[in-house]
């Protein structure tokens, strides 16, 4: 059932670590579709007392690794209140349960080893919405509150959140054994990698460089998609870096609402080191430290060869992302020596006159591009214009739009269909969260799970949601959270 893979390492990778169930602990949701992909089934006693922490398992633990916290090196972190309990076999391979508020650890520095039901409740809608986006994530499996309290600027109900990856291995892991100079157990790190997580490269030339060159890719990636939907993480440090591409560790994020890519989500980033417009060179910079990781097994010429993936990759998908969102395809041309070669046509100027535009105005960014997949033919400008103060410079940039699909001469319909099912209805504002949370403390989560249905289903209607979907009020426009959870 459970298995314990990354258990057999050692312990110089981690402690074996007891969950320490909260004062009254219930369960309050369960992801019953997640559960099933999973083979789990909550009704199962004996599952839902692994999963709540109160059956001990001698083998669950809490993993330790290093990283660079706004851009400051911290040489030992670690699962400072989480517990991986095990993994679980899919087709797709392992996906690891990892329970979050689970106690204190021999990580947890000077902390209480607990989260609270506020941000417990915003990492489940974070990590499940962003899997319906599309966006390789962590998701929530279990979500349980209690009646005991943890102290925070205030006191705060506690909760647990178990949550399954693919796995939390981060870039820190590596820097962790580099810098403490164990190559040892670095190379029975990237080994472990190797063979669980990358093993179809196993009889490329170089496995290391191959792996690395993925990593480089899936980071471009998923930073891509964040870019393109208006996704803020608000803390890309070197630990909360995937070595898969997936999205994890869900604190002081945001989802862009008016578009302004220097609004800072995180009230603690002070300096603005994470922005929206920061995030694809923090990205390559967050994948330098991984790099030095790797300097006793790559020539730094390779190691060069290897991040150069990643602008590349990264501009390529993004484009590719935005002009969907447009419903304008990537053309491609033959070059002039009418070779084999072609290249990809992408109109920058129109793009960044968009943006401008909808910087001017405050638009709601998400809302825009629903709002433009609503439009019902090629005249229909009121639907975007009515939101506008000063119509003409938008008005001339639609212009251009309609000229461009006009040009592809592909069914308007069919487009609109197509534009629907990628520029989605229902985004997770904080506000919304912050309802939903307000709710919940006081013991009613219907707010919680009608928020949580449309972010599970963000692209459908929901006309008895419409609330939902509108933009935020004034008072709630672009709020910053704090990492405190």
Known sequence: MIKHVFSQLGESFFSFTQVQPL????????NHQLGDKLGLDIKDDEIASILSGNTKL???????YAGHQFGGFSPQLGDGRGVLLGEVSTPNGLIDLHLKGAGLTPFSRRGDGRAVLRSTIREYLAAEAMTALGIASSRSL???DSKQDVYREKAESGAMLLRTARTHIRFGHFEYFYYRKQPEQLQILIDYCLKHYFPHLSEHDNPIKSMLTEIVQLTAKMIAQWQVIGFQHGVMNTDNMSILGETIDYGPYGFMEEYDPRWIANHSDYEGRYTLENQPSVGLWNLNCLMRAFSNHLSRDELVEVLGHYEPTLMTYYRQCVYQRLGLSLTTTRSKDDSDSNKSVYDVE???ELYRLLKKEKLDYNIFFRNLSNMENAT????????CIDREPMSLWLDQYISKRQGEKLNWCEIKIEMLKINPKFILRNYLAQQAIKEAEVGNYLPFRRLLHVLQTPYDEHTECEDLSLASPEWAKNLEVSCSS
Do not use: K, T
């Open 23 to 30: 004062l009254e602990q219930r369960l309050v949701e369960f």
């Open 58 to 64: 001698p083998l669950s633990l809490s993993m330790v």
């Open 142 to 144: 279990c979500l349980f």
């Open 350 to 352: 129109f793009v960044r």
């Open 380 to 387: 229909d400008y009121s639907i975007i214009l009515d939101e």
